[in-house]
């Protein structure tokens, strides 16, 4: 079966713009996660989204947001970018609350900001 | 707050036994994640613990001991292929997901 897609896999914005990256989960998988990854700080939760509600957030500011449509596809938007704002963004989806091997990563869409 | 750490870097040779360890305090836990990642791509499940003890699947077995926060990756005849950064992460969420990951593992496999 089909993976969890991630468009577009590289893109590059100039300071001050904003950008919107897309997660396709794996079909039948309700939870769709995002993640920062940078080499500094490593991988660091941005939020999580089940059945189009957002149930968790991390430490991001306010710039970051997201949302899913009722087909779990998700998307999110990061405002007004910073250059601190270059890096890898990843998505997992499951398909249920909990549990393990069904969290799956997508390949990521690595942004760069100039 | 959350905190998970795990060495930075370690080496071994092909065909060796190598541990990762990887320790953590965080204000909830739902469950412990491996995770694999070679240079430039996506990280790839390894393996989940949920409850105490040792979980084995071929190669790679991951133990938990939840009361002293403590984890390890066990990987077996070692390959070169497996040469890569591992990632220690818990689950915090309540019937959800947020997963805190450690900085990671870069592991070297020398001949």
């Known amino acids: 079966k089909a993976g969890v897609t991630q468009t577009p896999r590289y893109l590059i914005k100039t300071r001050g713009q904003q950008v919107t990256l897309s997660c396709s989960p794996i079909?039948?998988?309700?939870?769709v996660s995002w993640y920062q990854q940078t080499p500094g700080q490593g991988l660091q939760f941005l939020f999580e989204y089940f059945s189009e509600t957002q149930r968790n957030k991390g430490n991001f500011p306010g710039r970051f947001s997201g949302r899913q449509f009722s087909n779990s596809r998700s998307e999110m938007n990061v405002s007004t970018l910073e250059l601190g704002d270059s890096a890898l963004y990843l998505c997992?989806?499951?398909?249920?609350?909990?549990?393990?091997?069904?969290?799956?990563f997508g390949s990521g869409t690595r942004l760069t900001v100039v | 707050g959350q905190n998970i750490d795990q060495p930075t870097e370690m080496t071994a040779t092909e065909g060796a036994i190598v541990q990762i360890n990887c320790t953590y305090q965080?204000?909830?836990?739902?469950?412990l994640f491996w995770y694999q990642q070679h240079a430039g791509e996506a990280p790839t499940f390894l393996s989940y613990n949920v409850l105490d003890g040792l979980e084995e699947k071929g190669r790679f077995s991951s133990f938990l001991s939840r009361s002293k926060g403590y984890s390890y990756l066990l990987l077996k005849e070692l390959q070169m292929k497996d040469s890569a950064s591992y990632l220690c992460a818990v689950n915090s969420g309540a019937g959800s997901y947020q997963l805190t990951f450690g900085k990671g593992t870069k592991l070297s496999v020398i001949p």
């Open positions: 079909s039948g998988h309700r939870s």
């Open positions: 997992a989806s499951s398909p249920d609350s909990t549990g393990g091997d069904g969290y799956t």
């Open positions: 965080t204000s909830g836990f739902n469950g």
